[in-house]
């Protein structure tokens, strides 16, 4: 056995004794956990089940040097068809937990575990007549991955309601971080710039009335069921917008709806989305988002940057 082996093995045998054997697993393959449904398999996929755990977790794969990778809901994420080499943190297997604090009758704030899902958070708010994350009632990922790149839709963003992260510092301790010192932009954060690891997250929302915040609920609901190919498994918008233009209609003027390599397509419905048809491989998605770049780019000279993150090998 080699000296990598023996290392890998002994960190298995050590998130064993933090998270319990059932909530190790060998080989897992990445399908299964991504919004694409694609990639292959990652060697540990470890799910904590207390914010305990992942910070011990996270700790040792730093302290053993395998790399590791925190996972939410598993959208913006492509991971590639021979897996991952390392260990994944599935930060939404149970770290879900949503807490209000306060009176919804007025300014109150939401507490949320990373692993919950930030369409949930956007639901229990509506519910309660709270007013801010409607923008968030359709968008995939989980609070994490929200924070994480500032994820937005319909002219809103985190960075709008926000108030503060817990995070895990490269350090190893743990920080309250106040939203107006993470540097929130468009699709991005301190968290992502500097390897944070979000625990959970505070948003401050304010009472509003109940039947307009379900009607706006209601009229961008419809908007993405009209607009956006949610038929198929994809990673929500592919690129991100260019400055002084929009991804899909550059992608559309270049002739590019419908262009396909293996299972995996523009959409015919919205250009800004790569789709799996069934059976696509993340190599597929991967041709076609290269392709779509390369013509956008010689047709117009604009440069698209994925949204998506590439994971793995491919």
Do not use: W
Request: aromatic residues 6%.
């Amino acid at each position: 056995m080699s000296q990598d082996s023996e290392k890998f093995d002994a960190l298995a045998h050590a998130l064993e004794s933090v998270v319990g054997a059932d909530a190790v697993r060998r080989d897992e393959p990445m399908s299964a956990h991504t919004t694409f449904g694609v990639g292959g398999p990652a060697d540990l996929f470890v799910t904590p089940a207390t914010e305990d755990e992942l910070i011990r977790v996270t700790r040792a794969c730093v302290d053993t040097g395998v790399p590791h990778f925190l996972l939410g809901l598993g959208s913006d994420l492509l991971v590639g068809d021979k897996g991952y080499r390392g260990v994944m943190i599935d930060c939404a297997g149970a770290l879900d937990d949503i807490l209000l604090l306060g009176d919804p009758r007025e300014t109150c704030e939401i507490l949320c575990e990373a692993g919950a899902a930030i369409a949930d958070v956007s639901e229990l708010a509506a519910s309660l007549g709270l007013t801010g994350l409607e923008f968030a009632c359709g968008i995939p990922g989980s609070v994490g991955g929200a924070v994480f790149m500032n994820a937005g839709a319909y002219d809103g963003c985190c960075a709008d309601v926000l108030e503060s992260v817990r995070c895990l510092m490269p350090s190893g301790y743990v920080e309250e971080i106040p939203a107006d010192q993470l540097e929130m932009g468009y699709r991005t954060s301190r968290v992502r710039t500097e390897g944070l690891v979000v625990l959970s997250a505070t948003f401050k929302l304010e009472a509003g009335d109940r039947s307009q915040i379900a009607d706006r609920v209601a009229e961008l609901t419809e908007a993405r069921q009209s607009k956006q190919p949610l038929e198929y498994g994809s990673a929500g918008s592919t690129f991100k917008r260019p400055e002084g233009h929009f991804a899909g209609k550059l992608i559309s003027d270049a002739g590019l709806k419908g262009y396909q390599v293996g299972g995996a397509a523009v959409s015919t419905k919205h250009a800004g989305f790569v789709v799996n048809l069934g059976g696509a491989t993340a190599a597929d998605v991967r041709a076609v988002i290269s392709h779509v770049q390369d013509e956008v780019k010689r047709q117009f000279d604009v440069e698209l940057e994925p949204e998506v993150r590439f994971v793995g090998e491919f």
